[in-house]
């Protein structure tokens, strides 16, 4: 334990003193790694945790992106299924393309990082656009690798990701 009450408990800290403090001192290696290594997920959730009621988060590590195209990939954030829509980061690299394609619902996008250019517009981090129902986009290319937050329509190709990505039922 530290001996400084100012000094920062680290969960490593707190885990080698937890260790350490085991009633049985003659526990055998391979177990104590394992207990330990239990002890350091626990800690890991519990960093994960939901802490207010009706708060979720998802943490920068957490996730899986998943490839949807040539140099493109998304990482699911939230989709309801009962109204179609979806909350994605999208991941461009440079030069990749994403199709022209029509939405049925309104589709907001914030570049967060990088810059897209779509029917000779460029745009970069900070950047919003937002697609109205009905509307139709041309293809865009993503002139620096990209991230892309997009809110809209889940695509009926893009629910079997979300399903597996969220655990819903596609």
């Not at 009621?53 to 943490?59: D, H, K, L, S």
């Not at 049925?104 to 900070?126: D, F, K, N, P």
């Not at 993503?142 to 079997?160: C, S």
Request: hydrophobic fraction near 40%.
């Amino acid at each position: 334990m530290a001996t400084d009450p100012t000094e920062a408990m680290t969960d490593e800290k707190l885990l080698g003193d937890v260790l350490e403090r085991l009633p049985n001192p003659a526990l055998d290696p391979a177990r104590k790694a394992a207990l330990g290594a239990r002890l350091t997920e626990r800690l890991a959730a519990s960093n994960r945790a939901t802490v207010l009621p009706g708060i979720a988060a998802i943490r920068a590590d957490e996730g899986d992106w998943h490839r949807i195209g040539e140099g493109v990939r998304i990482k699911p954030l939230r989709a309801n299924l009962a109204d179609g829509t979806q909350t994605s980061l999208w991941r461009i690299d440079a030069g990749a393309r994403v199709p022209k394609h029509a939405h049925h619902h309104e589709e907001e996008c914030l570049v967060v990082s990088g810059q897209i250019v779509m029917a000779g517009v460029r745009y970069q981090t900070g950047d919003f656009v937002l697609a109205g129902d009905g509307s139709e986009h041309p293809e865009f290319l993503a002139e620096t690798d990209t991230t892309l937050l997009i809110r809209g329509q889940l695509e009926a190709g893009l629910r079997p990701v979300f399903a597996r990505a969220l655990g819903l039922v596609a």
